[in-house]
Every structure is written in structure tokens, then in C-alpha cells.
Nanobody, 119 residues
């Protein structure tokens, strides 16, 4: 069982920056692939960025060059640094932890933190 709690969201003006944090408890975070997703009203949830247990990262084309994902296993925390924010980045951002196990996979979600980019 993994519990994930996001923080750091809020209201920011276009061009501004935010850093989201995802704190994990209940298991060793280092063995999980971590990811940030976002869901805007009327849209499907989309993958924003991911980072494997080995530290390999991927970022969606829509945020490439602006967002950076990182992890601190000693603190059991994953971060999403968001720079040059745009109105289309407005969404609820959710933290995800996933790993393969025998017979399927473990998949855990946080409750989400809202980000609003507006003038």
C-alpha cells in the first residue's frame, strides 16, 4: 500500500512558475515508476511526465522544455517543476506510483492538486 499526497498547486499568472510535490508513505518509493498526470474539465486525463526507478525521465511534448520531473528517494518525494506556465496548463495534477508485480501491477494515485493559470 502506497499513500500519495500532492501539494504546491495554486493560482499563478501566465509565464509564472510552480513546483508541485508528491510525498509518499507506506512503501519504499524507490522501486516505483512515478508520474504526474493532469486532467482539465471536459478532457481526458493525460500523462505529463514520468520518471523510472532508475531515474530515466519522459516529458509530454506539450510541456517539453518547460516542465521537469525529479525524485528524491531519501525523502520519498517526487517533484514537478513547472516554468513558463500557460493557461492551457490549468488542470488538476495527480501523482501516480506504479510497479509491475506477479499477476498484474500495483497502481496508486494521490488526490490531486489544482493548478490555475490565469491573468
Amino acid at each position: 500500500q502506497v499513500q500519495l499526497v500532492e501539494s504546491g498547486g495554486g493560482l499563478v499568472q501566465p509565464g509564472g512558475s510552480l513546483r508541485l510535490s508528491c510525498a509518499a508513505s507506506g512503501s519504499d518509493l524507490s522501486i516505483y515508476t512515478m508520474a504526474w498526470y493532469r486532467q482539465a474539465p471536459g478532457k481526458q486525463r493525460e500523462l505529463v511526465a514520468s520518471i523510472t526507478s532508475a531515474g530515466s525521465t519522459n516529458v509530454a511534448d506539450s510541456v517539453k522544455g518547460r516542465f521537469t520531473i525529479s525524485r528524491d528517494n531519501a525523502k520519498s518525494t517526487v517533484y514537478l517543476q513547472m516554468n513558463n506556465l500557460k493557461p492551457e496548463d490549468t488542470a488538476v495534477y495527480l501523482c501516480n506510483a506504479k510497479r509491475l508485480v506477479w499477476g498484474g501491477q500495483d497502481d496508486y494515485w494521490g488526490q490531486g492538486t489544482p493548478v490555475t493559470v490565469s491573468s
